[in-house]
């Protein structure tokens, strides 16, 4: 590129110069669409339009600290101070799930899909598919909560469709969120929502590659900085800081690896088993998360219900408990229900009942608490139908899905389906659905006998009050001993409701028992006990034996995500007050066309990764002001069986004058840099951003032999490539500016924030069309 | 049947209905002449309170569980006195039980108890309604339409009450309309389906004349029930001209849309009249028919005109959970108070239990955690007829699972409603259930714990003539003596399997097709190729006339067997791919899976250069397969896949014989408990070879013992340890 041509060319149009209302810590571009979501200081999350229309706003209440958004834009993940990571829809930032799967602050995340559609031959199956919404309506939701208005529950509330479309992942490319935190801990969950793995780097050894040692390595204190999945889901780089020590075990005395380790580290983690076995796990997740979200309409069933029921009960108690103390009053030793008997009976009426029903119960309050009562049953029964029993059953249904995958043990042991605990958990769905419709029946009955009872008193109280009583409902009187009873004074639906500490046994009729006896020949359920238990302890058995069932998934695909490779960058000072220092790091693999892999290399080797890193001042004072590039980390133990390495890298040297404030890898092995001048203040001066074309980079390729004595970048003091200004694509900017740089490498945009509050936007793929005024 | 007791339940609640509008009850005393000087006729108002303290004196008497009544009612045990109302409830309790156990229900006795009380109270008309339910559980033609008749002679279904406040509009006919109604099903039941159209027609017409709507609902849903059930040809033409309320709509509709168009209306009559049961009833009987039919759209034309021919199982699985919502709506339905005394019985029960004695005793407190569920354990006041429709959703859950392919959820259907429904359900729809249940333990668990299941189902419901518990048996002998080999015993049970079914065209077409499949099956079994192919074929003309989709695919699939076993299989391809569309188009997944098991099987027989072909289509079906197949087809699943890795030339045995072994090992596991000596023998074969080929010289002595030792089976069945051999 000419010089004289660079004056008149200024490069990456500005798109606008916008103030925002405050400072903003994270800023992450959609992958799919031109929108921009950010966080504030005080951890608001906003997105933004490409034309700076803000779109909504939404407050967890709680601290960001990393966020990114789904593959296909779809969703945002946001990693919280407290280790949830919760996933926010990005049509109206709805909250769509949250997974506590970590316990500190989730530093980092990163969710990447699988580049490839499922391809047909090589003999993978992508035929078999969710057969669940051919045979049932849309799945039930969880019922609302009476006289909550939405919004306030915020937890799946009104995002209906997006919700549907959240648990619908047949249609989605497989894909994997990575969520790294401060103590070393990298939690993988499929789709985002359905969680595969979990590892703590703390727990690796690793070998060194060095001629004649055989030490082992450990890394303390590590914290996690930037986790990035290869797009093939092959390989995970981690960047961490910690501190590398040789594993104790070892009896010998040299100790190279002792005190000053301390620093960034880059990991290399294998993670093929998620490619390998990416059609099994799609299908394990895809009905496995769909179980989890019924297992909680259920819940959440359960508990309006509950809590809808013990309301009308309190109100029914409520209005009738005065009458036994007015039997007290009365100097009466009876109790109501025996009054109540009377009454049916027609033998008397007691002064005690008569001034309860006419006076403080009356016509209209009696038919105010039998609304209610028989208003919450009907209520209950529709929660039943409509959410309960649907949802159990495709439950059911979805349980005999994974079974039959778990019976297809050449596949599927390899993820750790277990058979033999998915058919117990395929039973205790079974048990459940049985127990819904018992539940259902005793519901129903006392609904019946409600209303019976209600409409008997009121007839009593025409009577007692004598008027006409003709246009009632009729009653039943043997209904209503039945009621006097059994129900006036105990209140089956709610046992069976609740869950209580107590073991509580439900009086089961003899014959019933030998029935549920008879039926285990029959091919019933083995274990006779089961109606014993109330709804809600078979609920919380049959979750049990869910998790149990999904968690030996998890641990199987835990165990086979090993480290592969260790690359020790640069020291960092060892202080602990360090540990939160931000250091301006990016990952990113491209399609590597310059590196043309033999033919027998499978396609998961035609990518090349970049980890670019700005090296802090205090790591190397006699290389001040550099920024380092390593490629070729993936492939590197490949290429050392080969006999030569790939391991390349360079150091790339500030212009004198600026230093560097953030770098993003972009397309093409390009690295976007955004330097402010250190002469000035802060606050005040000029900054730039520039992209310098990585891969025509002179890179010295990294022997790895000795590599452990001395940081990596030992070797590179020589080689440090200075950057002119002249001789890039630079564009100054007229503030200061601030990380973070937000860089979008599928639309080719980029903004920056300036430290007085300002946000600019730029197409870096657009020239400005002339020397603009504004400049 | 159901239906008959369902309407005259409605019937009688009507009239229960209207006696409690006019607020008094006549108690007359049926009792011999010579007695009656000791009472007199009381008038009884029917004030609540007198009501109840009546009840509570005499209710003990009232009801009686069936043996007891029939000690009872034995002319010279003593004085007996009993209200008119008493009688009434004994009757009502009476068609109950007959309803509940069917065929079972003593014949004779029974009907020495209604002669008596006929002798002793002529004007009870009710009680030739019961001799005609009587004599029509027992399947005594002649008897069930004399009774029937005598019924509507003498009361003009107005039943033995004294005084019937005239109904609304006209009745000068009686109830001439309900009498057709009762009379068609009754043909119906009896197996006549052209006179029960015939007479259905005109309880139409007359309903329609008499605007009365409610029997018009009731007649509309049996003429359905009666359409979905027999089988119609295409080709007959009953309905014609003779069937006023479609001809109206139109000439070109086939039998299946007529069918439609009357479910649709039927449902929206009975919703509109707020027959709540009914309506239920209703999207039962649609959920049945969008099971096996494909909903056609009548106009299809236009950008937006679905060309999808698939049976829609959502709008199956939609109408099962409408119909449940009777369970929330019972109690709105306008006349379904239940009759007082209903609960004596069972209430009297509790009271003699330890625990009655506390029944208003206020002693609790530290109990009151137990007593809660006490209440559970009361008798459900529920009506029977309700939970009646609510377990048969879910035995129709179960069957459409059967169909769909979800082996877990039609157990488990099944066993709801055998937990759940069986005290309040007919012994037919309880048989059926532990049919299901038979059923699912002998394709999965073998044929040993089904058979000792069997015993014990055989015990519980008596069986006689044409019950489902009989044929079960005969299709489990047939399965057992095919697997073992025993081709004639195979042959002679198929033989007495059909000789069940009735002769009548269009009925029992479930039987008679089932009949002529497994004939086929005998026929392939025993290489006669195309006698087998012959019987087949026919079985598709038949089914083909009387539009049994479903079934179709069943016997294009066997076609092609016919085809792969006699060697050709190049022909046997297209009736496999024929079978695969069909399944396709009903969701029949499963079915589907033993096709493409099949398709795979016939393409591996092809050729080796068709073996990756046949193994990607294996391995296509086997989650559904390994799911929710049997152990017959999860074994030959297994044993292609075998196979398929075999004969690839590209295969080596030696780098990974785990591929190969694996499978072939749970083949032999699931084929030994199944007796299925020929495939057995097939896979200790290959078993066999693979060991030779890795060297392996134990197991493969191993292999080739348990090859002979199964080779020796299939040649000489032995019946000696058959227990059932000689129960034929």
């Known amino acids: 590129m000419e010089t004289d041509e660079d004056q008149r060319v200024i490069p990456f149009q500005l798109q606008f110069d916008k103030p925002v209302a405050s400072q903003i810590k994270i800023a992450e571009w959609n992958p799919e669409k031109d929108l921009l979501a950010m966080v504030t200081e005080d951890s608001k999350i906003l997105l933004h339009r490409f034309n700076w229309q803000r779109l909504w706003t939404i407050s967890p209440g709680r601290c960001i600290t990393s966020l990114c958004w789904r593959p296909d834009g779809k969703a945002i993940a946001v990693g919280l101070e407290d280790g949830t990571v919760s996933l926010h829809d990005v049509e109206n930032g709805k909250l769509l799930r949250s997974l506590k799967s970590h316990t500190v602050a989730v530093v980092c995340l990163n969710w990447e899909e699988d580049g490839h559609l499922i391809r047909d031959d090589n003999g993978n199956i992508s035929t078999y598919e969710d057969r669940t919404s051919c045979f049932f309506p849309p799945a039930p939701r969880v019922p609302r909560m009476p006289g909550v208005v939405s919004g306030d529950t915020g937890f799946m509330d009104d995002n209906e469709d997006s919700f549907q479309e959240l648990s619908n992942s047949s249609h989605q490319r497989f894909n994997i969120l990575c ?46 900085y930037k986790v990035a999945l290869s797009k093939d889901l092959c390989h995970l780089i981690v960047m961490c800081s910690g501190e590398l020590i040789e594993d104790n075990d070892a009896s010998r005395d040299r100790r190279t690896a002792g005190h000053g380790m301390h ?42 219900m509950c809590k809808q029921w013990s309301d009308a009960m309190h109100t029914f108690h409520e209005k009738f408990d005065p009458l036994s103390t007015l039997i007290i009053d009365h100097g009466l030793d009876s109790s109501p229900q025996e009054e109540f008997l009377s009454l049916l009976g027609g033998a008397r009426t007691s002064p005690p009942v008569h001034q309860f029903l006419v006076n403080s119960l009356g016509e209209v309050g009696a038919k105010r608490v039998s609304k209610v009562v028989c208003g919450a049953g009907k209520e209950l029964q529709l929660i039943v139908l409509n959410h309960l029993q649907p949802a159990a059953e495709i439950i059911g249904f979805r349980m005999g899905e994974l079974r039959g995958l778990s019976r297809w043990r050449a596949r599927y042991q390899g993820v750790g389906l277990d058979e033999t605990l998915i058919n117990n958990a395929t039973e205790k769905a079974g048990m459940l659905l049985v127990q819904v419709e018992r539940f259902m029946r005793v519901l129903s009955s006392v609904v019946q006998q409600f209303s019976n009872f209600f409409n008997w008193l009121l007839k009593c109280i025409k009577l007692l009050m004598s008027e006409p009583s003709d246009q009632l409902l009729p009653y039943n009187s043997e209904l209503a001993v039945i009621f006097l009873k059994f129900l006036y004074d105990q209140d089956p639906v709610r046992k069976l409701l609740e869950l209580s500490e107590a073991d509580c046994d439900i009086e089961i009729e003899l014959e019933t028992m030998q029935r549920v006896k008879e039926l285990v020949h029959f091919g019933g359920f083995l274990d006779c006990e089961y109606l014993r ?32 490779n260790l690359l020790p960058l640069f020291s960092l000072p060892s202080s602990p007050a360090s540990t939160s220092f931000p250091v301006p790091t990016s990952i990113s693999y491209y399609e590597d066309s310059s590196h043309a892999m033999s033919s027998n290399q499978t396609s998961q080797n035609s990518f090349i990764d970049y980890i670019s890193f700005q090296i802090p001042e205090e790591s190397f004072p006699e290389i001040a002001n550099c920024i380092g590039i390593a490629r070729g980390f993936m492939n590197d133990l490949i290429s050392v069986k080969k006999g030569y390495s790939s391991l390349e890298a360079v150091l790339l040297g500030v212009p004198d004058g600026y230093h560097c404030v953030d770098l993003s890898l972009y397309k093409e092995s390009q690295i976007v840099l955004l330097l402010n001048e250190t002469t000035s203040s802060e606050g005040s001066g000029d900054a730039c951003m ?9 890179f010295v390729s990294i022997s790895r032999s000795t590599s452990l004595d001395y940081w990596m970048l030992h070797q590179l003091k020589e080689s440090v490539v200075y950057l002119q200004m002249e001789n890039e694509k630079v564009r100054s900017i007229p503030h200061s500016v601030i990380a973070p740089l937000a860089v979008s490498t599928s639309r080719g945009v980029a903004c920056v924030f300036a430290a007085r509050k300002r946000a600019l936007v730029y197409i870096l793929e657009e020239d400005e069309d002339e020397v603009s005024d504004a400049e | 049947m159901d239906l008959e007791n369902f309407v005259f339940k409605k019937v009688t609640e009507e009239i229960e209905a209207r006696k409690r509008a006019s607020e008094r009850v006549s108690f007359h005393l049926h009792a011999p002449k010579a007695l009656f000087d000791l009472v007199e006729d009381i008038e009884a108002p029917a004030d609540p309170k007198s009501k109840h303290s009546d009840k509570v004196g005499e209710t003990s008497p009232y009801v009686h569980p069936p043996n007891y009544a029939l000690k009872e009612f034995e002319p010279n045990s003593g004085i007996f006195l009993r209200t008119n109302w008493q009688i009434q409830g004994y009757l009502q309790e009476q068609a109950d039980a007959l309803e509940k156990n069917g065929s079972s229900f003593s014949l004779n006795a029974f009907e020495l108890i209604l002669r008596q009380l006929h002798k002793l109270a002529p004007e009870l008309h009710r009680v030739h309604f019961l001799r005609y339910l009587n004599s029509l559980c027992h399947d005594d033609y002649f008897a069930a339409l004399e009774n029937l008749h005598r019924y509507f002679d003498y009361s003009a279904g107005t039943e033995g009450i004294d005084f019937v406040p005239p109904a609304s509009g006209s009745n000068s006919f009686g109830r001439y309309e309900i009498a057709l109604l009762f009379l068609g099903m009754m043909h119906f039941q009896f197996g006549h389906p052209k006179q029960a159209l015939e007479v259905l027609t005109e309880a139409v017409r007359v309903s329609q004349q008499l605007s009365n709507d409610t029997c018009l609902a ?63 009833s209703n999207h039962l009987a649609m959920a049945k028919f969008d099971l096996t039919h494909v909903q056609r759209p009548l106009v299809s034309f236009g950008p937006k005109a679905s060309m999808k021919l698939r049976t829609c199982p959502t709008n199956v699985c939609k109408e099962l959970r409408l119909s449940s919502h009777l369970i929330s709506e019972f109690g709105f339905e306008s006349s379904t108070m239940t009759t007082d005394g209903a609960f004596s019985t069972a209430w009297l029960k509790n009271l003699q239990k330890p625990l009655g004695s506390a029944i208003l005793s206020q002693e609790n407190g530290s109990g009151s955690n137990e007593n809660a569920f006490q209440f559970c354990v009361q008798p459900s006041s529920i009506p029977g007829s309700v939970l009646q429709l609510i377990g048969s959703s879910y035995l129709l859950r179960a069957t459409a699972w059967e169909l769909y392919g979800s082996a877990p959820l039609a157990r488990i259907n099944a066993l709801v409603y055998a937990t759940c429904f069986t005290d309040a359900s007919s012994s037919s729809d309880a048989a059926l259930a532990y049919v299901k249940l038979i059923q699912h333990l002998a394709v999965f668990r073998g044929y040993k714990e089904a058979f000792a299941a069997l015993k014990i189902a055989e015990e519980k419901f008596l069986s006689v003539s044409k019950s489902r518990i009989l044929i079960l048996k005969l299709q489990l002998l047939h399965e057992r003596a095919l697997h073992r080999g025993h081709l004639k015993l195979a042959q002679q049970v198929c033989d007495e399997l059909g000789v069940l079914a009735s002769s009548v065209t269009g009925v029992d077409m479930e039987l008679k097709t089932e009949a002529s499949l497994r004939h086929a099956r005998t026929l392939l079994a025993a290489n006669q190729y195309s006698e087998a192919a012959a019987v087949a074929h026919s079985l598709f003309c038949m089914c083909y006339k009387f539009n049994l989709q479903v079934e179709n695919a069943t016997v294009l699939l066997l076609l092609a067997e016919v085809h792969k076993r006699s060697g050709n299989a190049v022909l046997g391809l297209p009736y496999a791919l024929a079978s695969l569309s069909f399944c396709q188009s009903f969701n029949l997944d499963l079915l589907k899976a033993s096709a493409t098991l099949t398709l795979a099987e016939l393409w591996l027989s092809l050729g080796s250069n068709h073996a990756k072909r046949a193994l990607s289509l294996i391995q296509g079906a086997l989650p559904m397969i390994l799911g929710h197949g049997g152990l017959e087809l999860r074994a030959r699943a297994y044993i292609a896949e075998a196979k398929c890795y075999l004969s690839d030339p590209s295969f080596s045995v030696s780098e990974n014989s785990e591929v190969v072994l694996d499978p072939l090992s749970q083949a032999s596991v699931e084929l030994q408990v199944l007796e299925y000596h020929e495939l057995a023998a097939e896979t200790f074969y290959l078993m066999a070879t693979v060991f030779h080929k890795l060297g392996q010289l134990e197991e493969r002595e191993e292999a080739a013992n348990s090859f002979k030792k199964h080779m020796m089976a299939l040649k000489n069945p032995l019946d000696d340890e058959d227990p059932l051999f000689n129960v034929l």
């Open chain 1, 179 to 224: 969520s790294g935190d401060k103590d070393g801990s990298i939690c993988f969950s499929i789709f985002g929502i359905f969680p595969i793995g979990k590892i703590n780097i703390h727990k690796f050894c690793f070998p060194t590659p060095l001629v004649g040692t055989q030490a082992t390595y450990r890394l303390l204190n590590a914290s996690i």
């Open chain 1, 263 to 304: 620093g960034l580290h880059s990991l290399m983690l294998d993670t093929s088993i998620f490619w390998k076995r990416k059609n099994e796990l799609h299908q394990v997740a895809q009905q496995a998360s769909n179980i989890e979200d019924l297992t909680e309409v259920i819940r959440a069933s359960l508990s309006v």
């Open chain 1, 533 to 564: 238990r109330t709804l809600a302890k078979e609920f919380q058995q049959m979750e049990s034996s869910f998790k149990e069932a999904f968690l030996m998934p998890f641990s199987t695909i835990s165990e086979k995500i090993l480290c592969e």
């Open chain 1, 690 to 698: 520039m992209i310098v074309q990585a891969n025509d980079l002179p």
């Open chain 2, 218 to 280: 009731y007649t509309l849903a049996a003429i359905c029930n009666l359409l979905s059930e027999i089988g119609v040809s295409n080709t007959a033409g009953i309905l014609g001209s003779s069937f006023s309320p479609l001809t109206s709509i139109g000439i070109s509709l086939s039998v299946q849309q007529q069918l439609f168009v009357l479910l649709r209306g039927s449902l929206k009559r009975a919703e509109s009249l707020k027959l709540k049961r009914l309506v239920a």
